[in-house]
């Protein structure tokens, strides 16, 4: 079964400061892979998603970006960091398939911007 | 685009009590409805899915039922326990290259021993 990997846990940095998040997935191939963001109250946000190695498409307009480098890894990275950006990033993949599953979510990561 | 409205926002039951969770959906197209628990700092986990050709599922204490003519389906949680306390979401897929899940707004349950 798929397994997804997501590092660090918690990470505080400073307003200004570039950030990268990586996300990377084992036993499973192509994957369609996404990050999404918990802020205040627990709605999940979808912030990009990557149907494919060097396929990103945006939700929501902002100061991150999003990488697919390699099939299995996924990035989520930033210039300089804003007080806003702070929530809880998770990444997930989906494997397509008959019949369709849903998603497998990482364990997070809680990242405070101060 | 897909919108899913998840009621109610907080739900408290005593232990060994029943707990139900709603949700609705806006696109007839929709055919995958999952329910996720998400523990405090963790990840959303998937309990139970339900496709549009069956109308009811069941695993242990979880059920999930739904109505595709009114487009709305349930999470039902029996014989409540301490551990069953976290966030729940419900989601719907549409079809497309994409395959997105719209997720609902979350339900915090609490179960009081």
């Known amino acids: 079964s798929q397994t997804i990997h997501q590092w660090p846990a918690t990470l505080v940095q400073p307003v200004g400061s570039p950030l990268s998040l990586e996300c990377t997935v084992e036993g499973t191939s192509n994957p369609n892979l996404y990050w999404y963001r918990q802020a205040a109250g627990r709605g999940l946000q979808l912030l990009f998603y990557s149907v494919g190695i060097g396929q990103i498409s945006s939700e929501v307009p902002q100061n991150l970006s999003a990488s697919r480098p390699q099939d299995r890894q996924f990035i989520l990275s930033s210039k300089k960091l804003l007080l806003s950006d702070s929530g809880f990033y998770l990444c997930?993949?989906?494997?397509?398939?008959?019949?369709?599953?849903?998603?497998?979510f990482g364990s997070g990561t809680r990242l405070t911007v101060v | 685009g897909e919108n899913v409205e998840q009621h109610p926002s907080t739900l408290s039951v005593q232990e060994g009590d029943s707990a139900v969770i709603k949700c609705t959906y806006s696109?007839?197209?929709?055919?995958?409805f999952p329910w996720y628990k998400q523990e405090l700092g963790k990840g959303p986990q998937l309990i139970i899915d339900?496709?549009?050709?069956?109308g009811e599922k069941k695993d242990q204490r979880i059920a999930v039922t739904l109505n595709k003519t009114a487009k709305h389906f349930s999470l039902h949680i029996t014989e409540t326990q301490p551990e069953d306390s976290a966030v729940y979401f419900c989601?719907?897929?549409?079809?497309?290259?994409?395959?997105?899940?719209?997720f609902g707004s979350g339900t915090q349950l609490t179960v009081l021993p």
């Open positions: 989601a719907a897929s549409l079809g497309g290259s994409a395959r997105q899940l719209t």
């Open positions: 339900i496709r549009s050709n069956v």
């Open positions: 696109d007839s197209a929709s055919n995958y």
């Open positions: 997930a993949l989906r494997v397509l398939g008959i019949p369709e599953g849903g998603y497998t």
